[in-house]
């Protein structure tokens, strides 16, 4: 009974200043919305890029430009990718299913009085199908469109919903790309991700390679090259037939430095995912020191409040209270701020979680012991930066207390 009394006095003496407590447990609802919050957004994302990364499936290879040296020595970004290179793998490798090549370029598209800056992919025919993309309206371009230089197009669906309003259908419609007149004549299904660096991946659009290389930006540079294997056991070995063909395709000395790379989707995947651990690590970090800051106006405030009580805390020692009953006391207060503040902060993050999902597009994850671990280091907060206040509360003389003005 006597551990009730205690808590029912701990509890009316924070329902008598509300505004005092409210404002106490700021900094604890802070710390731990935000820390939440972080962890929520960072497993979002990584959730995000691993859906897209998957979709591309383990046996999908990406060639792309590597470093070289220039006449001058320094190294410099190389641009010898070419169609060359693309049809030399497809030709001369024994572990190659299917290879496309990807342009990629910034232009203007247009639709009536719509201007919009976004990316052009210029790629061959298998596209859609090696990167497991869908089409909503239409189709995808053939193989004799990707040949013939023709001016068609495919949009993703955000660009076809900015493009079109909806009483007209996209599909048949005419769009300027680089002020050249292009016919879509499809419509891509939504993905609802977009990959680290390359915006918005349903805001792109998709045309013939020939054309985009020799009718829109007038260079045969590509920027990759995308290569589906037999199977995932021959990833090591395909990797080591592209390395042999481009090196000879771009005449290169058995000890001269590759001016490419080779890819996989999982080693994407690592590497965000070691840069998504570190930055949600240091986004933590930072929370947690608002949650240290939240602990030192706890430990103000129960000052205060001592201080203020001096004379109710002589009362209560003289009438038989133990200086453990008025220890555990403000101990109590200070546990049930941070606590309450830690609920307050975990529905604060769930809210924001939300808003923030419908922002991003993405599915935020709150992991259960991220919650867990956020109210339990509120709770351990109350604990520690409460004891000192309830340590000197305890230790007032009766005498002296009683005679506090």
Excluded at 164 to 190: A, H, K, N, T, Y
Aim: proline share 3%.
């Amino acid at each position: 009974m006597l551990y009730f009394e205690i808590m029912r006095v701990a509890l009316n003496s924070l329902r008598v200043n509300p505004l005092r407590s409210m404002l106490t447990m700021l900094g604890v609802i802070i710390g731990v919305a935000a820390v939440i919050t972080m962890i929520a957004l960072g497993t979002g994302a990584q959730a995000a890029v691993e859906a897209q990364l998957n979709s591309l499936g383990a046996d999908l290879l990406t060639v792309s430009q590597g470093w070289g040296k220039g006449r001058d020595g320094a190294r410099n970004r190389s641009e010898r990718l070419s169609v060359d290179d693309a049809v030399a793998i497809q030709a001369k490798t024994r572990t190659i299913t299917d290879v496309v090549p990807v342009s990629e370029r910034d232009a203007q598209v247009e639709y009536g009085n719509v201007n919009l800056g976004t990316k052009v992919i210029g790629t061959w025919a298998e596209w859609a199908e090696l990167n497991n993309w869908e089409i909503a309206q239409g189709r995808f371009m053939t193989q004799a469109e990707a040949d013939g230089r023709r001016r068609v197009a495919v949009l993703g669906s955000a660009l076809s919903e900015i493009l079109f309003p909806p009483s007209i259908d996209p599909v048949g419609s005419e769009i300027r790309i680089r002020g050249i007149l292009f016919e879509v004549i499809g419509v891509f299904q939504e993905k609802g991700v977009a990959a680290a660096g390359r915006g918005n991946l349903d805001e792109q659009v998709w045309i013939p390679l020939s054309t985009s290389q020799w009718r829109v930006f007038g260079s045969d540079r590509i920027n990759n090259i995308q290569v589906k294997i037999a199977s995932e056991n021959l990833m090591t070995a395909a990797m080591a037939e592209i390395e042999a063909v481009i090196r000879r395709e771009h005449r290169l000395s058995p000890d001269a430095e590759s001016d490419f790379r080779i890819d996989a989707a999982t080693t994407y995947l690592e590497v965000i995912q070691e840069s998504r651990e570190t930055f949600t690590m240091l986004l933590a970090g930072i929370a947690a020191v608002s949650l240290v800051v939240g602990g030192i106006g706890i430990m103000n405030i129960m000052l205060v409040s001592v201080t203020e009580r001096t004379r109710e805390i002589g009362i209560r020692k003289s009438i038989g209270a133990t200086s453990g009953s008025v220890q555990l006391q403000f101990l109590i207060e200070a546990v049930v701020l941070s606590c309450l503040g830690g609920a307050l902060g975990i529905a604060l993050a769930w809210v924001a979680s939300d808003q923030l999902s419908e922002s991003f597009g993405w599915t935020m994850v709150i992991p259960p012991n991220a919650v867990i671990m956020s109210f339990g280091f509120a709770a351990l907060i109350g604990i520690v930066f409460g004891f000192y206040p309830a340590v000197r509360a305890s230790r007032l003389d009766p005498i002296e207390a009683l005679r506090f003005e």
